[in-house]
Nanobody, 128 residues
Framework: QVQLVESGGGLVQAGGSLRLSCAASGRTVSSTGMGWFRQAPGKERECVAAITVSWFGGNTYYADSVKGRFSISRDNAKNTLYLQMNNLKPEDSAVYYC???????????????????WGQGTQVTVSS
């Protein structure tokens, strides 16, 4: 059974930084297509960052709205996925979810439905 547990959310002022963590069990993050999604009230869940499995190159992808500010990475030894978020803006406020799938995500990383495993979410609030 695969479990994903996020942590690291909180309240931060605009311009600040947070690092989200997603601890995985039941499957290695290196063998799993992983992504970070967020959902704000009244909005659809959207992919902000994704990383492919190691044998597909571990390529990373970012939503245009976060390029240059967010960075996705994984620590295989700790079996943990990270999302470093810098220069946060009020519009980044949302519940952030970690997601994973054994499927090839190279061309579909942004599609919510292809992900099989989801964490419980962690709230990020950015004040202006």
């Amino acid at each position: 059974q695969v479990q994903l547990v996020e942590s690291g959310g909180g309240l931060v002022q605009a311009g600040g930084s947070l690092r989200l963590s997603c601890a995985a069990s039941g499957r290695t993050v290196s063998s799993t297509g992983m992504g970070w999604f967020r959902q704000a009230p009244g909005k659809e869940r959207e992919c902000v960052a994704a990383i492919t499995v190691s044998w597909f190159g571990g390529n990373t992808y970012y939503a245009d709205s976060v390029k240059g500010r967010f960075s996705i990475s994984r620590d295989n030894a700790k079996n943990t996925l990270y999302l470093q978020m810098n220069n946060l803006k009020p519009e980044d406020s949302a519940v952030y979810y970690c997601a994973g799938t054994p499927r090839d995500t190279r061309t579909r990383y942004y599609i919510v439905q292809i992900y099989d495993y989801w964490g419980q979410g962690t709230q990020v609030t950015v004040s202006s």
